[in-house]
């Protein structure tokens, strides 16, 4: 029999209080069929990221969460629940610890032996720790990523400004609605129809063709008027990319997002028809790859081409420039991926994903939080650019939420004024505050979040682990330290944290320590690293760096 899983609303408990209340409801809403991709496997995104190991310890969570004492601490081994302690008030009401495997033997072929054997889960980023809000994050970390971008050059957004891209899948189909939010025009290649059309009917992109030429008329276009438009053209980006160089076409901006990472399933090789890809991938697996990496080579030389005439160029975290550079492209890496080009400085401030979901089910309660966080920072142009839009065009999935990137200093006022909103009763049941661990101090990812670290500490893990820690210390509703997330095992550790504005004193304790010491964590992290932006933050908001004399 197929499991509806759906997260209980309103103010009526099944638990002992508020905070293993926000956990159950929480890993429900993770199972939400409106939030997860597979939730009869309890597949919540990214490929296996699952809530919970089976569905036998999905029960015993449940059951677990509802006769939890306020006093007591519940135990997660990678999805399963392996014991209950009692510790105090102020410890976390669960602790989860996902894929994490000792390091000599953290590959993807020994995990899976394990899981196999039921000894373990991939947990993912915001699957196993049960703060996954859909789509919206996706989006916002696109649109957050375009702005500074803009900001980079001096600019208040993309106005006028042309972005060329490929790839309208998963998560790539954010990018025209990302760039339009940050009033640009965007042409996106896709080689799927399919992928186009979706996009068009979530009004995630605008307009279609099949034509360079009608694309191009359509872009200068709303360029010379300065108006927001998003193109997807029918394309192949190993074509269509090169065709635009010899044309001399000057986009600002180039990035990509087909699903390079997996050059067999997830990049189409130029000359190809969506349907002979499919034939060659079934009959000559060895013939497809060698074609594919060879168009990733043009793919990735006129991006070079692209960046030679002027454009900011980036990668999107698809290691497309590693498959050109394996080829023989050696200058593939001459243009940055989008973590040291764009976030880095935003992690230096604490800055990052923060999301909050209201237990209540209510939507007038997230407008009501997007209203404190307009009157809490009236100047931040792009955030207010963003709560606008995100209110007109993102749709809720399962529990109401909302994210934002906030950083130190404005993440603990929210969330203090959030718990007073709750205490208020304007608010009709408690929020519940987290974030991605894609986040300025809780993630070590050599290949991504810490590519290219300033002191080399690109692959050093501890900083995750302390983030882990710290978080505990400081009385997180529930705290998690995962292996594996967003690039597979053996390429990144990272930790996760909640923290629940019920209302009360205690909550309001909660939070002060937890939304200061968990983007602080991504503050001294970095002025570890010697970034001046970190050391200056750390000065100015009075964070205590022991050996940089703060
Ligand atoms: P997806 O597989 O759902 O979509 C990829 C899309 O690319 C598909 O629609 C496919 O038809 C299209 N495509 C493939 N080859 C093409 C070609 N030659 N020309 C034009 N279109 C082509 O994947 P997704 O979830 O959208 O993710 C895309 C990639 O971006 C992945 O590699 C992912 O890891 C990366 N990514 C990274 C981050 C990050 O934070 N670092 C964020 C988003 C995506």
């Not at 998560?171 to 939010?181: E, I």
């Not at 454009?311 to 040291?340: C, H, M, S, T």
């Amino acid at each position: 029999m197929k499991r509806v899983i759906r997260a209980k609303r309103g103010t009526e408990l099944e638990c002992k209080g508020w905070q293993q209340e926000a956990a159950l409801r929480m890993l429900m809403n993770n199972l939400d069929p409106e939030v997860a991709e597979k939730p009869e496997e309890l597949v919540v995104y990214g490929g296996s990221g699952k809530a919970a190991r089976n569905w036998e310890a999905f029960d015993q969570i449940v059951e677990q969460l509802k006769k939890l004492e306020n006093d007591e601490t519940l135990l997660i081994q990678s999805g399963k629940p392996v014991g209950v302690f009692k510790t105090h008030e102020m410890a976390p009401r669960v602790l989860l610890s996902n894929s994490v495997i000792v390091p000599a033997w953290a590959n993807w072929d020994y995990f899976r032996e394990l899981e196999k054997k039921g000894l373990t889960m991939y947990g993912q980023m915001t699957a196993g720790s049960w703060i996954y809000i859909g789509t919206q994050g996706i989006l916002q970390g696109t649109y957050e990523t375009f702005a500074a971008a803009a900001k980079q050059q001096g600019l208040d957004s993309l106005k006028g400004k042309l972005v060329l891209t490929a790839g309208l899948g998963g998560m790539g189909g954010a990018q025209p609605l990302a760039v339009t939010m940050n009033e640009g025009v965007v042409i996106a290649v896709e080689i799927d129809e399919k992928r186009i059309n979706r996009r068009i009917q979530t009004k995630y992109c605008d307009r279609k063709t099949d034509s360079i030429d009608q694309a191009l008329e359509w872009a200068q276009e709303a360029v010379e008027k300065q108006v927001p438009l998003s193109i997807g053209l029918l394309g192949n980006a190993a074509e269509v990319f090169p065709e635009l160089v010899r044309r001399g076409i000057k986009p600002n901006y180039v990035t990509d997002q087909t699903s390079a990472h997996d050059p067999l399933n997830g990049y189409i090789p130029a000359g190809l028809t969506l349907k002979e890809a499919e034939e060659l991938r079934n009959n000559n697996p060895d013939e497809y790859l060698r074609r594919s990496k060879e168009s990733m080579v043009k793919h990735v030389q006129a991006m070079l081409d692209f960046q030679k005439a002027g454009a900011v160029v980036f990668d999107y975290g698809n290691n497309i420039r590693q498959v050109a550079y394996d080829q023989g492209l050696k200058n593939a890496f001459d243009f940055p991926g989008f973590v040291p080009a764009f976030i880095r400085p935003l992690f230096c401030e604490g800055k990052g994903p923060f999301r909050w979901a209201a237990l209540s089910g209510d939507p007038e309660d997230i407008y009501r939080t997007d209203r404190l966080i307009l009157e809490l920072f009236p100047d931040n142009e792009p955030l207010k650019r963003w709560i606008t839009m995100a209110q007109e065009r993102v749709a809720f999935q399962g529990l109401p939420s909302r994210i934002c990137w906030l950083g130190y200093g404005d993440r603990v006022k929210m969330g203090l004024a959030m718990n007073d909103l709750v205490r208020k009763g304007e608010l009709k049941a408690p929020i519940v505050i987290g974030r991605d661990h894609l986040d300025s101090g809780s993630v070590a990812s050599p290949n991504r979040e810490t590519e290219a670290m300033k002191d080399g500490s690109d692959a050093i893990g501890d900083w995750a682990i302390l983030n882990a820690l710290i978080n505990t210390a400081s009385g997180a509703s529930w705290v998690s330290v995962h292996h594996g997330g967003g690039v597979g095992i053996g390429y990144s550790l990272h930790a996760g944290m909640v923290v629940v504005a019920d209302g009360t004193d205690l909550a309001a304790e909660k939070i002060k320590r937890v939304l200061t010491s968990d983007p602080g964590m991504g503050v001294i992290r970095h002025a570890d690293a010697g970034y001046e932006e970190a050391i200056d933050v750390a000065k100015e908001k009075h964070i205590k760096v022991p050996m940089l004399g703060i």
